[in-house]
């Protein structure tokens, strides 16, 4: 009996130990291996992994949404976040009614043939910056094809109908342009990219888009696609003219133009570069457009879409009013924004908290990718605008981990940088932008906040608005050169002149500011970007990016503390099996 209560005691000895060691090999492993540990919140902080989100809108900025959800929905973010590519019209459409959480559009709600703004509050949010390529397929081409404002607005409304024609021939001297059938490529739907193309257009050439507008009113029945066109204001809807392409969407647009000898057509830089249509090769390529200063430039986004954009004013509804007449030998039009549309007051806190993840990302960490897919970073004020615009007015909002603060762009390009033919921004220098917005920012009306004449440097810390006193007007050069007007009126069919440019309208233009990479400290914030996987040492705890080493290290006593207690309770229970 002695022997077999020695054993049993033995047993429960044993079994109690291995409980005991099994417990503090957990605890040890939670403690010192932190990514099989849940991460450690910040003080304040939501608990990763929101409710779900759907989002859809603008084919023009798809390149850029489908990466970055694409990024956050891995580790160390998982977020669960989807993106349809439609079109801009699309997308405003299915925010109003709700069959999206959230939307990302080229434009703001304008335009006769726009959906109505939603009932509910919301915020616009800009979240890239790109420039609309002018995309084509000419065989034989010895040099990339150059292009005025007026001859690429002409080729895309069936005023030059062959390729041969000598305005073309003046833009591109000693170059043989082949005897080709010019076929248009354009888009019939609701896209952001016809609103602002028709709003340059209007803006640069008035008479030759009258004559446009007034030969597709002539037609039987009006517009093609049976959508008003105006003279003077731009919409969002392109008819095709006669002998064109008619398509749904940028890739359709891109997919024709690869496909058709002689076609043009505008896209997103990224979409003729994954067709290999934006390298060496003359003849299938994106065009150079001539700018205000006279110079022949490319949609290049670090250098050329934001020179354009510095000359943009931030609107009071978050988006912008272009301005295409910008002068410097880099800039590049017509270059544009897109925004991410958000609901506000009223949304469940849980779709909030997924969405600022999203926002806190794209507008830091993702605007330093941004370059790699075709789109300029917004710059420092915009980046925080949108982040501070998302944190004050979206319910569940997180805040920016360290990782994506320190990712911050190092301040914003200026006018004046461009016109001496600065192509990146100095450190500490910022323009003006819009207010904080209200919750129902959305729908808020006034006057634009023009660039600043010399910028200011920016003191604010990381997560506020930068702005600058003083603002000024810039001195803008004559536009693209114009020539035989009569004769593609002609060809359009009679119209009256407009009685000049319509004006820069309501659009998803933008700011400029591309980050660079390791600049100098500005408002807390650095150039600079870091591994949201790495934790960084005297920074407070980063949510959803790696563990904090004070917590830890609080953590790492504790546990020699459980050690010695634990080894103390079986010393104990050794005694009294030994009994």
């Known amino acids: 009996m002695r022997n077999a209560s020695r054993v049993s005691s033995r047993r429960n000895w044993n079994s109690k130990k291995a409980r005991a060691t099994a417990t503090c090999v957990a605890i040890a492993l939670t403690l010192l291996i932190p990514s099989l540990a849940p991460p450690l919140p910040a003080s304040g902080a939501v608990a990763a992994n929101g409710a779900p989100l759907s989002g859809t809108g603008s ?142 257009c209007i803006d640069e050439q008035p008479s030759l888009w009258a004559s446009f507008v007034a030969a597709q009113e002539a037609q039987s029945g009006g517009p093609s696609d049976g959508v008003p066109l105006s003279a003077t204001s731009p919409e969002s809807n392109w008819p095709s003219p006669k002998g064109g392409l008619d398509t749904t969407s940028t890739t359709a647009v891109a997919g024709d133009v690869a496909d058709n000898a002689g076609a043009i057509g505008p896209v997103q830089v990224q979409y003729a570069k994954d067709l290999g249509f934006n390298g060496t090769d003359p003849t299938k390529n994106v065009a150079l457009v001539q700018n205000a200063s006279g110079d022949y430039t490319g949609p290049t986004p670090v250098y050329d879409v934001s020179s354009a954009l510095a000359y943009a004013s931030q609107l009071p509804n978050g988006t912008h009013q272009l301005n295409f007449n910008g002068t410097g030998p880099n800039v590049y039009n017509p270059s544009t924004y897109s925004y991410l549309l958000t609901p506000t007051t009223g949304w469940p806190a849980a779709k909030g908290e997924t969405l600022s993840q999203f926002v806190d990302y794209v507008l830091t960490l993702g605007q330093q990718l941004a370059p790699s897919f075709g789109y300029a970073s917004l710059g420092l004020s915009l980046e925080q605008y949108g982040v501070n615009a998302v944190q004050k007015n979206v319910p569940g909002a997180v ?42 920012g959305g729908t808020t009306k006034g006057t634009a906040v023009a660039p600043s004449s010399s910028g200011s440097t920016a003191t604010s810390a990381p997560g506020s608005t930068a702005t600058t006193a003083g603002k000024g007007s810039t001195t803008t050069a004559g536009k693209g050169v114009s020539t035989s007007s009569n004769s593609i009126a002609a060809a359009l069919g009679s119209a009256s002149s407009t009685g000049g440019a319509a004006g820069a309208g309501t659009t998803g233009g933008g700011t400029a500011g591309g980050s660079t990479a390791g600049g100098s400290t500005t408002g807390g914030s650095t150039a600079g970007g870091a591994d949201p996987s790495v934790s960084l040492a005297a920074t407070g705890a980063m949510p959803n990016t790696g563990g904090d080493p004070v917590p830890l290290t609080i953590l790492g006593a504790t546990l020699l503390l459980l050690g010695a207690f634990g080894r103390r309770r079986v010393l104990a229970m050794r005694r009294g099996a030994a009994k």
Not at 113 to 128: E, G, L, M
Request: charged share 10%; proline share 9%; aromatic share 10%.
């Open 399 to 440: 805040a920016p981990t360290a990782a994506e603060q320190q990712a911050y762009s190092c301040g914003d390009l200026t006018p004046e940088e461009v016109q001496a033919g600065q192509t990146t921004p100095t450190c500490g220098v910022v323009t003006s932008t819009a207010p904080p917005p209200s919750a129902n």
């Open 59 to 200: 084919s023009f900025a798809a390149p850029a949404i489908e990466t970055w959800v694409e990024h956050v929905t891995t580790t160390p973010y998982n977020l669960a976040i989807q993106y349809a590519s439609t079109n801009s019209g699309t997308g405003r459409y299915e925010f109003t009614n709700q069959t999206t959480d959230w939307a990302v559009s080229d434009i703001g709600y304008v335009g006769n043939s726009d959906a109505t703004p939603p009932s509910f509050p919301f915020n616009f949010i800009p979240v890239t910056a790109g420039g609309i390529a002018f995309m084509y397929n000419l065989p034989g081409l010895t040099k990339r094809l150059q292009l005025t404002s007026y001859t690429a607005c002409a080729l895309l409304t069936g005023g030059i109908t062959n390729w041969d024609s000598s305005l073309l021939a003046a833009d591109n001297p000693g170059v043989t342009l082949p005897n080709l059938v010019v076929q248009p490529v354009t888009e019939s739907d609701s896209a952001g990219t016809n609103y602002v193309l028709e709003e340059w």
